[in-house]
């Protein structure tokens, strides 16, 4: 590739890349996102179609903006699976719990740096929460991830994905 690229132009508030998440009830996930992650519904983003069905909505948490809308009826399940940073782990958990998110994992240190944990809410989406309390040294990730605690840690969290995954089916 050549150093020249196409200039990509994002608008202001989006990043480059940018989720969407498709619910049965929009609605009641953006009360759970403002539960649990502090979000907010971006003023006049909401858009409705005439059967009532939320046809676009934005909501933003922290500096992210997540595009919604509401399913078709006779659509399949589409969950979403979205990591979340934090300033406390367990803090979100609990408030994600409180809103209706069943806990899949629970808070986690691993060896990178960073509590883990993640939670399904009541639509099926999978969040996964982080919260980043130290800046690892790339040269050290090896030793770190070489600690016993680190494996079982490591191997819980990968663990308890794989349990969530296969009951999902």
């Known amino acids: 590739m050549t150093e020249q690229r196409e200039k ?28 649990a992650f502090q979000a907010r519904e971006t003023p006049g983003s909401r858009m409705v179609g005439p059967d009532g069905r939320i046809g676009h909505v934005e909501v933003e948490i922290g500096d992210a903006v ?13 969950p979403s699976h979205l990591r979340v940073y ?15 998110a069943r806990v899949v994992t629970q808070p986690t240190e691993l060896a990178f740096g960073e509590r883990v944990a993640r ?4 639509h099926g989406h999978l969040w996964w929460v ?9 040269t050290d990730l090896a030793s770190r991830f070489a600690d016993p605690a680190a494996q079982q840690a490591m191997a819980y969290v990968q663990d308890s994905l794989t349990n969530e995954m296969s009951r999902v089916r």
């Open 8 to 35: 990509v132009v994002v608008p202001a508030r989006y990043s480059r890349v940018d989720p969407w998440v498709i619910s049965t009830d929009t609605a009641a996930e953006i009360a759970f996102l403002e539960a």
């Open 66 to 78: 997540i595009m919604m809308f509401d399913a078709g009826p006779e659509w399949p399940a589409t």
């Open 86 to 100: 934090v300033a406390d782990t367990q803090e979100a958990v609990d408030r994600a719990v409180a809103a209706g």
């Open 119 to 122: 939670v399904r809410d009541s």
């Open 130 to 138: 982080h919260e980043r309390f130290e800046d690892v040294d790339p």
